[in-house]
């Protein structure tokens, strides 16, 4: 369904997830469904002096899911706090459209949803379990 070019970044993070796993006692752990389409994914985070230390997932679902959750935790490793919720607003905004796909990186490889509105909720399901986790953790 995804344009070819794309579709090999995708399949690529779906067959080798970078970052799968648990972690334990993580500062931050988010599970979120999506029922539409029986993705599961669970996002593990720990922050270190304002930063994203270590992030990690675990899932099943369908490939679009999957891969985004991976090409997430790339994403996010390393940034702060502050750059890690800017960068889910900023691919939520570009995963409908409203902003620019960067070219460039694996984030790009999703630019195809932007046609499937139904798949959509598939690309975002790690990120906005990132952004409640963050969300939870800044209350605790
Ligand atoms: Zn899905």
């Not at 080798?16 to 389409?37: Q, Y």
């Not at 607003?89 to 409203?98: L, P, Q, S, T």
């Amino acid at each position: 369904m995804l344009q070819d070019f794309y579709k090999e970044t995708v399949l690529d993070h779906y067959q080798r997830p970078r970052n799968r796993g648990g972690l334990e006692g993580a500062d931050l752990e988010s599970h979120l469904s999506n029922p539409l389409c029986g993705d599961e994914v669970t996002v593990y985070a720990n922050l270190q002096n304002g930063k994203v230390a270590e992030v990690k997932f675990e899932g099943r679902g369908c490939s679009i899911s999957q891969a985004s959750a991976s090409i997430m935790t790339e994403q996010l490793l390393s940034k702060s706090q502050e750059e890690a919720e800017a960068e889910v607003e900023r691919f939520k905004a570009m995963i409908v459209g409203k902003e620019d796909f960067p070219e460039t990186e694996d984030l790009a490889a999703l630019k195809g949803v932007i046609k499937y509105p139904s798949r959509i909720k598939c690309a975002t399901l790690a990120w906005t379990a990132f952004q409640k986790g963050l969300e939870e953790q800044q209350k605790a």
